[in-house]
């Protein structure tokens, strides 16, 4: 891996990644396809369209339903989504959290819990993580974590995050031992380590330092936008960031709002996920540069508009034909009609445009920062976005 550092403005930085899939321009939001395909029917090809640079699966979800195993026979996850581009790969650490009421039991060892599909016994620890992410063959493999609520109390909290710590260290091992083997699927696989502690800023400190000393391939902030307030996660972004190794990507997880995104680009994060623009589209919510706005609403019943005028999505100006002309888009009136009809193209409609909205909007990011005006860009575009419904 190469990271360059290629523009500054303040903390806010801009940075050109090579990995062994590609280059990877940073700030980046990575496209959430948590089985290996994004929710709303989108293919390979429509995220190559609308200038996706990093396509996020996850480690617990592959695992489960269809399996590393088979995704390893088939020659890899970009293989088997016929994706050629950078993927990362969560580590399944988040299930522990979120897959709280199946029994879970974390043990120093790993942790025990019930498969969400059929109910069945599962054991995920490091090495687990590892060997079946390697087994994916992504290009950024995730550290396994225990993410603990946001409000948890310290005594929680401060034995869950040194656990966490000695986790990172036999994920290191094992990722080292898998690299050395002939067979192993990507021999380049780089690591990103997350830092946790809740909204306790001494430990959050203390744990960047500790894994700040390891010298990982990128690191992460974990834990946030699990229940706290963004005024409370800008907080601890404030007192943690400066304790990362800037020359290093930062990783913010599961973040998030496009106002998120502009406030924390601005404490230095590189990359960004999120299944709001999936999710959201998926029930007619859209973002424009004029806000939010709901498709379903009657106000657009009759409204021959693209979602948002001159944006340049496949939604809203079509598909751009041989000769530079667009083939011509779809009208909020007609999505609206398809959201009400229950037409899956409805939804696929709202999640391909909301995708492009981030995309650009992080190219967007980029060209401010490399031109030294972010800040203005910044306010500028928090002030229209809040003009939503």
Not at 13 to 31: D, L, Q, R
Not at 267 to 295: A, E, M, S, W
Not at 368 to 386: A, C, M
């Amino acid at each position: 891996m190469r990271y360059e550092i290629v523009a500054e403005e303040g903390r806010a930085k801009s940075a050109h990644m090579e990995t062994v899939h590609g280059v990877i321009e940073t700030p980046v939001f990575m496209n959430v396809g948590t089985a290996a395909a994004i929710k709303g029917g989108l293919s390979s090809d429509d995220l190559e369209e609308i200038g996706t640079q990093v396509e996020l699966s996850n480690t617990y979800h592959l695992h489960v339903r269809t399996g590393e195993k088979l995704i390893r026979e088939l020659g890899g996850l970009h293989r088997f989504m016929n994706w050629k581009r950078p993927i990362l790969t969560d580590s399944g650490g988040f299930q522990v959290f979120s897959l709280s009421g199946t029994g879970r039991k974390i043990t120093e060892e790993g942790v025990y819990f019930r498969s969400h599909i059929d109910g069945r016994r599962i054991f995920m620890g490091p090495e687990e993580s590892i060997r079946i992410q390697s087994m994916l063959g992504s290009t950024i493999a995730m550290a396994f974590d225990e993410c603990p609520p946001a409000l948890s109390e310290r005594d929680y909290i401060e034995p869950s995050v040194e656990r966490t710590t000695r986790w990172l260290l036999r994920c290191m091992e094992e990722l080292k031992r898998l690299r050395s083997l002939p067979d192993t699927l990507n021999k380049e696989q780089l690591l990103f380590g997350i830092n946790q502690g809740g909204i306790l800023g001494d430990i959050r400190i203390r744990h960047a330092e500790e894994i700040s000393a390891l010298d990982l391939d990128g690191y992460a902030v974990g834990g946030l936008a699990v229940g706290e307030s963004h005024e409370e996660m800008y907080r601890i972004l404030d007192l943690v960031l400066p304790h990362l190794p800037r020359e290093k990507p930062s990783y913010l997880m599961g973040v998030g709002t496009p106002e998120n995104i502009l406030e924390t680009v601005e404490r230095g994060i590189d990359f960004f996920d999120c299944v709001y623009p999936t999710r959201n589209g998926r029930h007619g919510n859209v973002y424009t540069h004029q806000g939010k706005r709901n498709l379903l609403n009657l106000r657009y019943e009759k409204d021959h508009r693209p979602i948002e005028e001159g944006c340049l999505c496949p939604v809203c100006a079509g598909r751009r034909r041989e000769d530079g002309s667009r083939s011509g888009g779809y009208s909020r009136a007609y999505i609206r009609h398809l959201l009400k009809a229950k037409e899956l193209l409805g939804l696929r409609l709202c999640v391909l445009h909301n995708l492009y909205f981030y995309n650009r909007l992080m190219e967007e990011i980029r060209e401010s920062i490399r031109s030294g005006s972010f800040r203005d860009f910044k306010e500028k575009t928090l002030r229209s976005l809040s003009e939503g419904d």
